[in-house]
């Protein structure tokens, strides 16, 4: 009998049906091995696709924030302008030493040389360090992918964001050379203590360029990008230690250096972390930095983003020595005074308008006043001389210094009833005589108008701040108190003014940017030359040159000298302006000049309150403006050649100062400290006592006692004196009120001035 086989069992051993578990186990890693291959393919895809659409920017297109720095004429540090961004000062991969290099290729990518923008090695290497937790351990991100992660994609922590950086650092690594990389890495990477860039990092933990780093000191810094708040040797020097000593290591393994160099590097001991690498400039240069940004604002010769990105280099016109001697003079003439003085003194150069030196007050951050809106004074005189002199009234002209009663039953005085009698326009500029130059300016064809007329040409400037249009009423027309300096006046346009003077009438607009220029050179700005414009004739201007010579020296003995060369001529004029008729003054000037440089000083108070010395006496402009003005330009002048200033042509007949019989030898005694029966004398105020030159009833001046000289005409011309105001100006007009330089009360104030407090407290800027 034949057996008969049945369907067929699967044997235990395999072969036959398996568990449904198995089957679905088979089935998902089939499926998983067929999307493998179908995923990388969409990958590269997109990665080509990404790679392909992709424009990778030129070197230098790139644009990140970095630092302005603001030069003297020398090329020293004046200020700097540092961006929200951090501090940063890009530099040529030519100026950063092969170690220092080599020392962050060692310490972040070591294949960089060779691979391709991206590191398979290098992703491993970090991924084992995650897992056995070892932070010394190179990053996964090459040196090309942390620079597109820094300038480019930013740091989102996203599939997407790593993939597009992948992408563009493989496209990068094939248009840029190696160089131009390394150089945009380093410049833009961050190295704690604020700085960004190497260039910034040198300086943070050396101070010095980065040019002149060692190896050691390479290996530190590089170690400190991995994590700047903690490899930090101020923070934590252990780990600082362990890391430096890493990237020696790597230096030895990419054969940047020998084992027995390695050997001999020393930990290198950083400086002290900087208290601040914010965007602040204390003392004087803040104020100098203020001006250099509104000049750039106002050239719209560079943007802001130009100024915020391309690490500018801008040179001023102010030379180190004359800033130097400002400041000194500035405020050691102020030591031992009220503590509510203050100052602020401007030189000029008469012959480019530049602004060689710049002290508008010691707070940086505080009010410039330089800039301040302050009265002038006498030294507004000369701008009737420059007009008269126009109009052909030479200086040889005689006036009458006796009381003046203006129009309107406006009476003014001298300071303190100073007199000369009947004397020419240069004595009585010497003297500082209000009266004839009251009379001067009613002399002319337009009267106050031209003198504004003129001090707007030679350089006052016609507006700033709130002051819409300066030197004029609401009306538009100025009063006469215009020559006694009664409207407000800025230092820096006082210092300009007469440097149009010292430069024969030719007017240059004062500034203070001379070039500016991008990290690597390329020029955006430069001044051109100023030819300048003629405010008014050459004879004009040397003839009241010829009549401010003597003035300095008048003014208690503040010539100038040179202490190799003697002495040096000069041209100047001070002015005060009183304080109401409180008997005291507000506002103190010195403003003079050589042929090489204008400068302005004023002294006054913050509130324009009462400006008394450390004894408490009355400051004049004879007084501590001519002390600082004298102190400050003797140094910034000195070794610079003694030069003449040119013979003045005829005016009206007469060049230059005419020639007078000597009086008696004068020299305006220094200023009292204390109360005193006799009044302090000077260019800036009178003696109310006898005085010679004075004039008899019959006409003549005694010279000298029993010395006498008849002058035709001279009449009774009487010492001066009377009732006045602040600036000799009575109130007896009530139409006046405060303008024209008188405030009410009348009385014989004494001084040379703007006409008092005329009723217009000009806010600092």
Known sequence: MSSTSGPARPSASGGGNRRPGYRYLAWAVGLLGAMIPVALIIGVVAFLGVYVGTDVPAPGDIKQAQVATIVNTKGRTIARIVPEEGNRTDVKISDVPTWVQDAVIAAEDREFRTNSGFSVRG??????????????????????????????????????????????????????????????????????????????????????????????????????????????????????????????????????????????????????????????????????????????????????????????????????????????????????????LRTAVVSIDPQTGGVRGYFGGNDGQGWDYAQAGLQTGSSFKVFALVAALEQGIPLSQ???????????????????????????????????????????????KNGAEDVADAAHRAGVAESFGTIEHTLQEENGTPEGGVVLGQYPSRVIDMASAYATLAASGIYREPYFVEKVETSDGVVLYEHEKNKGKRAFPAKVADNVTAALEPIAGYSNGNSLSDPNLGARKSAAKTGTAQLGDTGNNKDAWMVGYTPQLSTAVWVGTDKGTALLNYGGANIYGSGLPSQIWKAAMDGALEGEPLEDFPEPGAVGGQAGVPYEPPPVTYTAPAE?????TTSPRGPDRGNSGPQIPTVDDNGGITLAPGVTLTIPGGGDSGNGGGAGGDDGTSADNPDNGNSGGGNSGGGNSGNENSGGDDGVEAPFP
């Open 123 to 340: 992703l491993s290497r970090a991924v084992m360090g995650k897992v056995t937790s070892d932070d010394s351990a190179g990053g996964g991100s090459t040196i090309t992918q942390q620079y597109v992660k820094n300038a480019l994609v930013g740091d989102e922590v996203s599939y997407k964001r790593k993939f597009k950086e992948l992408a563009i650092a493989t496209k990068m690594s094939n248009e840029w050379s190696k160089d131009d990389i390394m150089a945009a890495y380093l410049n833009t990477i961050y190295f704690g203590r604020g700085a960004y860039g190497i260039s910034a990092a040198s300086q943070a933990y050396f101070r010095k360029p980065v040019q002149k780093l060692t190896p050691s000191e390479g290996a530190l810094i590089a170690g400190i990008i991995r994590s700047p708040s903690r490899l930090d040797p101020a923070v934590d020097e252990e780990s600082a230690k362990i890391r430096w000593n890493y990237v020696l290591d790597g230096m030895v393994d990419i054969g940047a250096m020998s084992p027995s160099d390695r050997a001999e590097q020393k930990f290198p001991k950083t400086k002290s972390q900087p208290k601040s690498n914010g965007d602040t400039t204390s003392g004087p240069n803040g104020l100098i930095k203020r001006q250099v940004l509104e000049e750039l604002t106002r050239l719209g010769v560079v943007s802001d983003d130009d100024i915020r990105t391309e690490g500018l280099k801008i040179t001023t016109t102010i030379d180190p020595q004359v800033q130097t001697s400002l400041v000194k003079s500035a405020n050691g003439k102020l030591e031992g005074e009220p503590d509510d």
């Open 398 to 444: 005689i006036y009458d210094s006796s009381p003046y009663n203006a129009p309107g039953g406006l009476t003014v005085n001298n300071s303190d009833g100073e007199s000369c009698g009947s004397c020419n326009l240069a004595t009585a500029m010497k003297m500082s005589l209000n009266t004839v130059y009251y009379r001067l300016m009613m002399d002319l």
């Open 672 to 676: 009292t400290y204390a109360p005193s």
